[in-house]
């Protein structure tokens, strides 16, 4: 047994240059077997010299069973941050870990941003990392907090979804239509329920000039030519409930408008 090496108790929280004690090393590589030892035998959960705990190394890596194993014994590490003001979401997104980003976020990790100002959805999307994206936008309990996040690099996630990740984006409309199971289509009981939360920016300091806009996540769509977005049933029930709510009351406006332009351009020229 390791534990029972005469030199155990020295190296046990012995650093190398990168200020990783063999907690460090086994979190990187994942060893179950030598983290459960050296948890067992006090090994103290120290940050290198990056400011990394065992936990940043083992979500960067995509070691689950390591992650579930340090949070069981340490669930404090959860929200620590490195130097960076990365926390271990950040290092799993970072590192393109779409395992280990819905564990942390079905554990309740918080969303943060780091020194530069960008959460954990920023960094997928400023990498192009579609699988963890995805995990974000379209997780089930989380998806509404990753998408009102507005103070890092995206100020509307949703926008940047449709500019980068259409699939992304339909995911999230996918997720706005609750239909019954229960029912046939014939019964009384059927039923159909719309969320149009995200077919609007959420509300921010910074979004502010584009809530002049009329139907700006729609008008993004049209931008970027996503013209299965625009197809897509939720966005065609928004189109319909805002028609009726008051789109066709502006064009009969419009309609009254042109006929009395045109009987006074009649009246002048007769």
Not at 40 to 65: I, V
Not at 138 to 154: I, N, Q, Y
Not at 202 to 226: A, F, W, Y
Request: hydrophobic share 40%; charged share 20%; proline share 3%.
């Amino acid at each position: 047994m390791l534990a029972d090496h005469i030199k155990f108790s020295v190296v046990l929280n012995e650093s190398n240059r990168n200020g990783w004690t063999p907690l460090h090393v086994a979190a990187h590589e994942g060893q179950i077997k030598i983290l459960e030892e050296l948890m067992k035998h006090g090994a103290l959960l120290r940050k290198d010299y990056e400011g990394r705990t065992p936990l940043h190394l083992a979500a960067a890596n995509g070691h689950k069973d390591a992650v579930i194993l340090i949070l069981k014994a340490h669930s404090h590490l959860m929200n620590v941050s490195d130097k960076n003001g990365n926390t271990p979401l950040h290092a799993a997104t970072t590192q393109n870990q779409p395992k280990v980003v819905e564990l942390l976020l079905r554990r309740n990790c918080e969303l943060t941003y780091n020194t530069e100002g960008n959460s954990a959805i920023d960094l997928a999307l400023l990498n192009k990392f579609v699988e963890v994206a995805y995990v974000m936008a379209a997780h089930k309990s989380r998806s509404d907090e990753v998408l009102s996040l507005t103070e890092g690099k995206h100020p509307c996630i949703m926008e940047a979804l449709i500019a980068d990740m259409p699939a992304v984006a339909k995911a999230v409309l996918d997720a706005g239509i609750q239909k019954c199971t229960t029912e046939n289509l014939d019964s009384p009981n059927y039923y159909v329920e719309y969320s149009f939360k995200w077919l609007t920016k959420p509300e921010s300091r910074r979004n502010q000039q584009s809530s002049n806009v009329c139907l700006p996540i729609l008008n993004d769509m049209v931008d970027h030519e996503r013209s299965s977005l625009l197809s897509h049933e939720l966005s065609l029930k928004y189109l319909e409930m805002k028609w009726n709510s008051y789109g066709k009351y502006f064009q009969f406006a419009h309609v009254i408008s042109y006929l009395i332009y045109l009987s006074l351009v009649t009246a002048i020229a007769t």
